[in-house]
């Protein structure tokens, strides 16, 4: 079937098997990696992306399924460099081994935009879907307070 995917703020005319997921289209057709497979089933987060501004697993949509609306994937978040939400990571050194990261700054830009100065018990909420097996749970929400203006640099 033939699908049109706004990814990133770019269109992207594709045919693919009705039965594609999303993460699979955006990994291996459009080469955008940064989106992982974690659970595959829509339980660890790690697939996370924005649909329409809204966090959402990729490992569950079917691709057909989001045919002409807005996507943004952790590359899309920094097309003009490192967001501060990205730098916060690095600076609060919340990455660990690194595979729950884009799925983090993806639900952690969602909740920022809505509330630009989240609590710590909000941000466990926004981020209670993305399992990070490091344990870095503590580092990430410095990242997010950091990236509020709500942590020293």
Known sequence: MRIALDVNGERHAL????TARLVDVLRDELGLTGTKV????????????????????SCLLLAAQVDGRP???????SRDGPTALQEAFVAEDALQCG??????????TALLEV????????????????ICRC???PKIERAVLRASGQAAD
């Open 135 to 137: 344990g870095a749970y």
């Open 15 to 18: 045919d693919i098997d009705p």
């Open 99 to 108: 595979y729950c990261t884009p799925g983090q700054v993806v639900a952690a």
């Open 115 to 130: 509330v630009p100065q989240p609590g710590v018990e909000e941000i466990r909420a926004a981020l209670s879907g993305t």
């Open 71 to 77: 996507l943004t994937t952790i590359e899309g978040l």
């Open 38 to 57: 974690g659970c595959a089933e829509g339980a660890c987060g790690a697939c996370a992306v924005l649909l329409e501004g809204r966090p959402a697993a």
